[in-house]
C-alpha cells in the first residue's frame, strides 16, 4: 500500500473535514476522498462517517489512526537512517529558485538548510530545469501557479498562497477594490519565470490572459528587489502571494491589490523526474510536513 494513503488519512483525522485535510496535503478534495475509499476498500470497513455535513472517524478509523501514527513515525526513523548512509558522501542536489530569496518561504529555506544530506544551488527556473532533466540536479524548488509546463515532471506542491498583484500605490488600478485579467491589457506584468520559456512555470496564468485576448508584456525578474524597483520606477506591476508565513518586507510605493477574485493561486513546488531516487521523496515528504 502506498504510505500516502495513511498520512492523508491522518489529516482527516486532525481536520475532520475533507476540504481542509486536502488543502493541508496540498492535493484536490477528490484525491483526499478517493484515498479514504481505498483505505476502507483495502481493509473491508468504514473509516469515517458523513452525515449532516459532519465527519465523523468511526471506531475502526480510531485504531487505524493510532496504528497509523507509528506506521509513518517508524518509516520517518528509517528514512532518517537510510539517509545518514546513503547520502552522506553523496548528497541529494537541490536547485532552488532565485525568487525565493529571502522572503517568500523563510521557514521552508530554513528547514532545508538544516538538513545535512543536500546540497544546493540557486537560479532561475530556466536554468534549474534543464539540469534536472539531465541529472546534474536531483530535483528543484521553484515557484509555479500550478502547471510546469515543457516535460513529463513529477510535481509536488509543498506550499500554497493566492495570487495577488503589487503595483505602485499611484497606479490608478490601486485605487479599485479588486483587478482583473482585462486590467492587465498592455501592463507590464514581472513574474518568476519566463511564461514562454521551453519549461514554463505560468502557463496557467500565460493560457487565461490569451484566452481573454489580453496582452501583456512579460518580465522574467528573479528577486523581489527587482520586482519593486520596477514597481517605483517604471510603474510596472508584480506578482505577489497572500499569507503571514513570510518576513515583512517595506515597500511604501507599492500595494497588494486581489486579483480575479483569488482564482489564480502560486505554489512552491518541488520538482523532479519520475524516476527520482527514493532521497527526492523523503525530501518532498519532510518539507511537506515540516513545523513552521
Not at 85 to 101: D, I
Amino acid at each position: 500500500m502506498d504510505i500516502s494513503h495513511l498520512r492523508y488519512f491522518l489529516a482527516l483525522c486532525k481536520e475532520k473535514n475533507y476540504t481542509s485535510a486536502a488543502d493541508a496535503c496540498f492535493i484536490t478534495r477528490q484525491a483526499m476522498k478517493q484515498s479514504v475509499t481505498t483505505l476502507e476498500k483495502f481493509y473491508g470497513v468504514r473509516l469515517v462517517t458523513n452525515e449532516k455535513n459532519k465527519l465523523t472517524i468511526t471506531e475502526s478509523g480510531r485504531l487505524l489512526e493510532k496504528s497509523a501514527k507509528k506506521i509513518v513515525a517508524e518509516l520517518e526513523k528509517a528514512e532518517q537512517a537510510i539517509v545518514a548512509g546513503s547520502y552522506k558522501e553523496k548528497p541529494l542536489r537541490v536547485g532552488v529558485g532565485r525568487a525565493l530569496f529571502p522572503y517568500y518561504a523563510p521557514d521552508l529555506l530554513k528547514h532545508l538548510e538544516e538538513m545535512d544530506f543536500t546540497e544546493t544551488e540557486a537560479g532561475t527556473p530556466e536554468e534549474l530545469l534543464p539540469k534536472v532533466i539531465s541529472g546534474e540536479l536531483d530535483c528543484a524548488l521553484v515557484i509555479d501557479d500550478g502547471q510546469v509546463e515543457g516535460h513529463a515532471f513529477h510535481r509536488a506542491a509543498l506550499q500554497e498562497n493566492i495570487m495577488l498583484l503589487l503595483m505602485n500605490r499611484n497606479d490608478p488600478l490601486a485605487q479599485k477594490e479588486g483587478v482583473t485579467i482585462k486590467d492587465l491589457d498592455e501592463r507590464d506584468l514581472q513574474i518568476m519565470s519566463d511564461p514562454e520559456a521551453e519549461y514554463s512555470c505560468f502557463s496557467n496564468l500565460r493560457e487565461s490572459l490569451k484566452k481573454k485576448e489580453v496582452s501583456v508584456r512579460f518580465h522574467a525578474v528573479a528577486d523581489y528587489y527587482s520586482v519593486h524597483h520596477h514597481i517605483v520606477e517604471e510603474n510596472w506591476i508584480g506578482v505577489d502571494r497572500s499569507g503571514e508565513d513570510s518576513e515583512e518586507v517595506s515597500m511604501d510605493l507599492a500595494v497588494d491589490r486581489p486579483f480575479e477574485n483569488g482564482k489564480f493561486k502560486l505554489y512552491i513546488s518541488l520538482i523532479s523526474l519520475k524516476d527520482a531516487l527514493p532521497g527526492v521523496r523523503m525530501l518532498e515528504n519532510k518539507l511537506r510536513h515540516r513545523k513552521k
